[in-house]
C-alpha cells in the first residue's frame, strides 16, 4: 500500500515578505513599471538599487521608499555602469539575487510629435506603504477539482491561506472530507466526477449557494492514463479516450459552467493544469500528451470569448510532480517498487532529461494563486510553465578535450 504524504499544519495567512532577504537591481528604477516595481520588491522585503539615468527622480523616489532602497547612475546602453551597479548591490548587501533588467524605449512614433515635457509637482509621489497584503484572494470563492490530494490539495491551501473560500471538487470522497476538515471553515468537500457534466455544474453551483459568487474555476483533475511502453502503432483508443475525456472535455465541461457563474458578474478567473507533456513532445504518453495540448487550446479558445465579458483563462504547465494519484498509475507498471524508490528514479530522469529537479506540488500551487488573484487582472490566454527551464533549451553536450 502506497504511504499517503499528510501535510504539516495549516496556517491561515501567507507570508507577505515573499522577497525577503533578497537584493535587487532594477533599471529603469526611477519611474513607471521600474518604479512600480521597487514599491512592490521592497513591500516584499527586498533591499533594492534603483539604477537609472533620472538622477533627480532616482534620488526621490529612493528616498521616498525609504532605507531598503538605493540610486545609482546607469545608462543601460554602457556595459561599464551595469556593472558598477551589480557591484554596488554586492558591496552594499554581500550579494546579489535579481536583476530586472527593464530600462527601455519605445523610440519616436511615424508621424508624431514627441509631447511636452511632464513638469512634475510636490505631489507626485504619494505615500509609502510597508505592509504587503498577504491576502492575495481575499474574498474569492473558488471551485478546485481533483483537490482531495497532489496540486489540488496544494492549491486548496495556498488559496485559503491567502483568503479564499473553495470548494474541494474530487472522487476520492474520504479523503477530500478529512482534507476539508483540515484546512479548516474556508474549505468544503463536495463529490465531483469531472467526466460527468452535471456533477461539474452541480459544483458551480453549491459554491454560488454557499457564498454567493464563484471567482475561480481551477480544472486541475487529470489522469495520466498508461505509462506501459507501447508504440503508436498499438496505441488503445479506449484508454485514449478515457484520459481525453477526464482532461480534455472536462476541461471545456469546466470552463462551459463556469462562464455561466462568471459572465453575468463580467469578472472572473478559469485555470486549468497542463503540461509540458502538452507543449514538448515525447515527454509523456502519446494519449496523455494529446490530451494536455487540447487543454492548452482550451486555453486559447476560452479566453478569446470571454476577455470581452471580463473573464480571464489561463493554464498552469509543470514537469515532473509527483502526486500520490500520478505514483499509483506508475507503480502499476512498476511493480515491486517502493513509492520513495520509484520517486527517486524520476528525479533521477529528471536530471537525465535536464529538466531539473522534481517539483513540488507546492511550486505548481503558488503559481495558480498568482493566476487568480488581481495581480494578474491583465493576464489572459496565458501559459505560465511551471518546469525549471525544461522547454527552453538543452545543453549541447560537446565531449571534453
Keep these: ?52 539615468i533620472q538622477d533627480d527622480l532616482g534620488h526621490s523616489v529612493a528616498a521616498e521608499l525609504g532605507p531598503d532602497a538605493a540610486y545609482t547612475r546607469c545608462d543601460v546602453a554602457d556595459e561599464a555602469q551595469v556593472a558598477a551597479a551589480v557591484g554596488l548591490a554586492v558591496k552594499r548587501h554581500g550579494h546579489l539575487d535579481v536583476f530586472h533588467n527593464n530600462a527601455g ?80 471553515p474556508g474549505a468544503t468537500y463536495t463529490r465531483c466526477d469531472v467526466t460527468d457534466e452535471a456533477q461539474v455544474a452541480a459544483a458551480v453551483d453549491l459554491a454560488v449557494a454557499r457564498h454567493g459568487a464563484l471567482d475561480v474555476f481551477y480544472s486541475n483533475a487529470g489522469v495520466l492514463g498508461s505509462i506501459a511502453p507501447a508504440p503508436l502503432a498499438s496505441l488503445d483508443l479506449a484508454e485514449f479516450d478515457r484520459v481525453m475525456a477526464v482532461n480534455a472535455r472536462a476541461a471545456v465541461a469546466a470552463a462551459k459552467h463556469a462562464a455561466r457563474a462568471m459572465v453575468p458578474r463580467r469578472s472572473g478567473c478559469v485555470l486549468f493544469t497542463g503540461s509540458v507533456s502538452g507543449v514538448v513532445g515525447g515527454t509523456g504518453p502519446t494519449s496523455y500528451g494529446v490530451s494536455k495540448a487540447a487543454v492548452l487550446g482550451v486555453v486559447r479558445a476560452v479566453a478569446g470569448e470571454l476577455a470581452r465579458h471580463g473573464v480571464r483563462a489561463n493554464a498552469v504547465s509543470p514537469c515532473g510532480v509527483a502526486t500520490p494519484l500520478s505514483m499509483v498509475q506508475v507503480l502499476e507498471a512498476y511493480p515491486g517498487m517502493s513509492f520513495e524508490e520509484l520517486k527517486n528514479a524520476m ?55
Excluded: W
Design 105 to 184: 524605449i519605445a523610440g519616436r512614433l511615424p508621424g508624431r510629435r514627441s509631447p511636452p515635457p511632464v513638469k512634475r509637482s510636490s505631489g507626485l509621489l504619494h505615500q509609502f506603504s510597508t505592509a504587503a497584503n498577504s491576502q492575495r484572494l481575499a474574498g474569492k470563492v473558488a471551485v478546485i477539482t481533483g483537490a482531495a490530494s497532489g496540486i489540488g490539495k496544494a492549491s486548496a491551501k495556498e488559496f485559503i491561506g491567502n483568503g479564499a473560500k473553495v470548494i474541494l471538487a474530487d472522487v476520492q470522497d474520504d479523503l477530500g472530507r478529512a482534507v476539508a476538515a483540515e484546512l479548516g
Design 1 to 52: 500500500m502506497m504511504p499517503l504524504v499528510v501535510s504539516g499544519f495549516f496556517y491561515a495567512a501567507s507570508d507577505s515578505q515573499r522577497l525577503a532577504g533578497k537584493v535587487a537591481v532594477i533599471t529603469g528604477g526611477a519611474s513607471g513599471i521600474g518604479k512600480a516595481t521597487a514599491t512592490e520588491f521592497i513591500k516584499n522585503g527586498a533591499k533594492v538599487i534603483i539604477a537609472d
Design 347 to 401: 528525479a533521477a530522469s529528471m536530471e537525465q532529461m535536464e529538466a531539473g529537479p522534481l517539483i513540488d506540488p507546492e511550486d505548481v500551487a503558488r503559481a495558480a494563486v498568482f493566476l487568480a488573484s488581481d495581480e494578474a487582472k491583465y493576464i489572459n490566454g496565458h501559459n505560465l510553465v511551471v518546469d525549471g527551464g525544461f522547454t527552453v533549451g538543452k545543453l549541447l553536450k560537446i565531449p571534453k578535450e
